[in-house]
């Protein structure tokens, strides 16, 4: 599905907040970025779910983490040729924001907002199924990257990371572990596993894809 030229909503995707503060503009494509993170996390795991029947809650929220992070966004939007439609301001252009990952899987999300309100539920869905369906038997993301992402991002952002265990249940030879993933002391993922580290893995997916919403947000 080519992306249709001529809607203002689309045109509104790409513009980036350095350039609306130079235009002296209120809109920028921060809304939609919003809704299309939205839109991406049902499309995605609606396919997730249909697709693997058998696999546990935990399972899928790993396999949606890897599917929808910034890594994998800001790929599809290089292979869409994204960044080339993007209103930068100086700043950002010259410090190569049209190749920045942040930049690109933040774009994407904005298109995919726009493309659901301007084409429907319906046929951002088909959308949606045509770029991630090829990719949905591809290994998840490893349980050591969920944290070690999490990590990088909480360290750039000068915030304090720490897990802790918060429950253990089960017989010893089949305990479940409950870690939380607390980011200046606030708890931001919770994950479940039959060992720490699948738990701790889990709990970090999940505060990944909460820090990256509450930047979307604005917050």
Known sequence: MRLP??????????VHTSYANEQGRKETNQRLEFLGDAVLGLFVGEMLY???????????????AALVCEESLAKLASQMELGRRLQLGRGEEQSGGRAKP?????????VMGALYLELGIERTREFVQELFGPLLDDPPLPLRDARSRLQEYVQEAGHQLRFELVGQEGPPHRPVFTIAALVDERELGRGEGGSKQEATAKAAAEAYRVLRQSRADGD
């Open 5 to 14: 030229e001529d809607s203002p909503l689309l045109r509104l995707a790409f």
């Open 50 to 64: 249909r697709h693997f029947p058998d696999l546990p809650e935990g399972d899928l929220t790993m396999r949606r």
């Open 102 to 110: 942040s930049v690109l899987a933040d774009t994407f999300e904005a």
